[in-house]
């Protein structure tokens, strides 16, 4: 399967815990996105990578967010001191720099407890 | 303020008619357009996209069409068939300039629910 994969799918956490989620991108993708998906909602954009440089934040995206794409392979997306405000689906995708299409993992589910 | 809207949050068709969707735009800097399905427990899927160019893109049963003028565009599905079950997602971009999309801006998205 070489689509856009995420870890984990699923994570409880009490508020004021730090977590972290990881996305690995199609391989020949040299850009990656992180979105947030709350119920009956689209995705809202977070940030955007080309290669390991992270070119836009959106404002959604407070002090408490980090994201890194160190190799400009996979990225992770921390969450410090997590809020109840922060349960939502996080959705990664990845496309060509070349290419309006984005291809999306299957997410992963937060809930802040 | 809602940039891209779907006012309608449902639609049920019967299968074999045809499904129609619409979605809304207020910003005229948007240039491309995507549409995209999303089943539950899975990420969104792209389905097909338009360039402000074009006033119509065709890919099989699916057939976008877009109306400058009126900020409007629409996605037919024709014949409507059970598996196209899903919740479908309108998106847009301004980025036409470079070639890719910085950010998508997405709808609320429209149920549909093609009945055998």
């Known amino acids: 399967d070489t689509g856009v994969s995420q870890d984990p799918r699923h994570k409880i956490t009490k508020r004021g815990q730090n977590v972290t989620f990881r996305c690995d991108p199609i391989s020949e993708h040299n850009r990656l996105y992180w979105y947030r998906q709350t119920l009956g909602q689209g995705p809202e954009f977070l940030t955007y990578f080309q290669n390991e440089a992270q070119l836009e934040k959106s404002r959604l995206l407070s002090d408490r967010f980090s994201a890194e794409r160190p190799k400009g392979s996979f990225s992770t997306l921390e969450i410090q001191r997590t809020e109840q405000g922060d349960s939502a689906m996080y959705l990664c995708?990845?496309?060509?720099?070349?290419?309006?299409?984005?291809?999306f993992g299957p997410g992963t589910r937060l809930t802040v407890t | 303020d809602q940039q891209v809207k779907q006012n309608s949050p449902s639609l049920s068709v019967q299968e074999g008619r045809i499904s129609i969707l619409n979605c809304d735009y207020t910003?005229?800097?948007?240039?491309?357009f995507l549409w995209y399905k999303k089943y539950p427990a899975e990420g969104p899927t792209f389905l097909i996209s338009i360039s402000s160019i074009k006033d119509k893109n065709e890919d099989g049963r699916f057939t976008v069409f877009l109306n400058k003028s009126a900020k409007h565009l629409s996605l037919h599905i024709v014949p409507s068939q059970p598996g196209d079950s899903a919740v479908y997602f309108c998106?847009?971009?301004?980025?036409?300039?470079?070639?890719?999309?910085?950010?998508?801006?997405f709808g609320s998205g429209t149920q549909l629910t093609v009945l055998p």
């Open positions: 995708a990845s496309s060509r720099s070349t290419s309006y299409e984005q291809y």
């Open positions: 910003n005229s800097m948007f240039d491309y």
């Open positions: 998106a847009a971009s301004d980025d036409i300039s470079s070639g890719s999309a910085r950010q998508l801006t």
